[in-house]
């Protein structure tokens, strides 16, 4: 059985190098051999995914429909009423969790959690994300923070009592707390290590931080990532369809697999929240695109 295998294998291999012979003179061997990479793997090894915010309209069980429609595997899940959140129960949670994984996701993250100066509120968070099973809780102030490392002081013995890891997002000029990933960063790095950054890429652009190079700058402490393109800088955020805006997409997705990223980056699709499926598909299309380009 195994050398009857072998040599179905070996004649098949055979005949597609036979096949690409005709193309290789016009389009260069190099070429073929990307686009084979890129059809066995049009993620080219990153986690691409999706934020549930994106879906935050839409009630659980349309949401997990649309995720599949997408063909997404990959998800980080939002704490809304109408899909996970800090007011159900453990045993809602777990159940609700559990119905995205039943239809073939892979939950990588919970959030953004907005979370006062508050112990005890820290620790409802916490206990979200443990009942929800995953290994990071993106997250960030619940309002202007006047003392942010107190904030992030009070996660870090919770980082290790949990064993999850935190990923403080930032929200761009109008945040007080953490405009950009190096607001972050220079309080983060000073606690635990499972203490890091998620980077919103459309948020860190309007901050006036180039998204591709805090990525790589920031990489020791990189444990999420919400993907967007946007239609035009400054104090206010303008969610596109991605290539249709301003972001350089492609030196971001380079960005990443350059670090080999391997936690979630997940688009967080914030247009058109009664119909977000279209855009979404459109993106992740282009994304395909971009990636497939890639050396």
Known sequence: MMNHVSR???????????????????????????????????????????????FREWPLEETIKG????????????????????????????????????AGMVPLSVGNVGMKNDEAEMRRAFEFARDVGVPTMVCAPNG???????????????????????????????DKNFPSPYDVMKIAEKYDKRIGLCIDVGHTARAGVDPAESIIKCKERLYDVHLKDISALGNRNTPIEGGRGILNLKAILAALIKIKYQALAGYEYEKDGKDPLAGLTETLGYTKGLLAGLR
Do not use: C
């Not at 073929?32 to 049009?42: F, G, Y």
């Not at 899940?77 to 119905?99: F, G, Q, Y």
């Open 144 to 174: 202007t923070i006047s003392d942010l490392n107190q904030w992030v002081q009070q996660l870090d013995p919770l980082v290790k009592e949990f064993d999850i890891k935190v990923a403080i997002h930032n929200h761009g000029p109008e």
């Open 8 to 54: 179905r294998d070996l004649l098949k291999t055979g005949a597609l190098a036979a096949a690409a012979l005709p193309f290789a003179e016009l389009f260069g061997l190099e070429a073929i051999a990307t686009a084979q990479t890129a059809a066995a793997d049009p993620w080219r090894g990153l986690k691409i995914g999706v934020a549930t915010y994106t």
């Open 67 to 102: 995720l599949q429609r997408a063909g997404m595997k990959y998800i980080s899940i939002k704490n809304v009423k109408n899909h996970i959140d800090l007011s159900h129960t453990p045993e809602e949670r777990k159940a609700r969790a559990k119905m995205f994984r039943d």
